[in-house]
């Protein structure tokens, strides 16, 4: 208890408390030492899961680990005119002379490619899975 008092007279001294902060913020900024973090590469699925093939063949949850064979499938949707003009010409593709210019003529006038996933309504948080329709206790 008395040492508390010291230190609180000295403080009240002019100029002490400043003295006070700067020794201490000095001797807080010695005694800690800042290490990098370590950068860690994030794993190749494909490449763990080929070399640890055999592990993954014999195990039970297998079905969890690896992507189900007919999750993706790709359609073709045509392309909706709302024009009744068409906003490129029809020649302007062989007329073009630049392969930028080309691109972006075969962008507008081709169709679009849809991928499709079968399960993506069971990907994301697991308390937003879809119900169950039928219930196998009943």
Sequence with gaps: ???????????????????????VSEAV?????????????????????????????SDPHRDLLLCPVDDVSESQVSRQRRTVVPTVPQNAEREARSLFAKECIKMYNTDWHVINYKYEAYSGDFRMLPSSKSDPAK
């Design 29 to 57: 900024r010695t005694s800690v030492i800042v290490e990098k973090p370590k950068i860690i590469e994030p794993l190749d699925y494909e490449a763990v899961v080929f070399q640890r093939k055999a592990q993954i063949h």
């Design 1 to 23: 208890m008395s040492e508390v008092r010291k230190f609180t007279k000295r403080l009240s001294k002019p100029g002490t408390a400043a003295e006070v902060r700067q020794s």
